[in-house]
């Protein structure tokens, strides 16, 4: 499972040792809609439940504000309609 940009802990956890780690934390994901860990489970359950004669090599994940590993479109949920 390769995920894109996704709300976890891990920015809390990057910026514990800063003045104001939770706000920090939570500006990570300022005008985006990143994928959390309930998309993320939900591609592991069906990656574990295809049948025997099926492998999946891998699943690319990007939440819709990301375009790529450096793209990401930080325009808010409307993804910049008006």
Do not use: C
């Not at 860990?37 to 939440?63: E, G, K, L, S």
């Amino acid at each position: 499972i390769s995920p894109g940009f996704a709300e976890t802990e891990f920015s809390l956890v990057r910026f514990e040792a800063s003045d104001n780690a939770a706000a920090k934390a939570k500006s990570v994901y300022d005008n985006l809609v990143p994928m959390v860990a309930d998309d993320i489970a939900d591609q592991i359950i069906y990656a574990a439940t295809r049948p025997a004669h099926v492998q999946i090599q891998d699943i690319i994940a990007w939440p819709t504000n990301q375009a790529g590993p450096t793209n990401i479109a930080r325009v808010g949920p409307s993804l910049g309609a008006p």
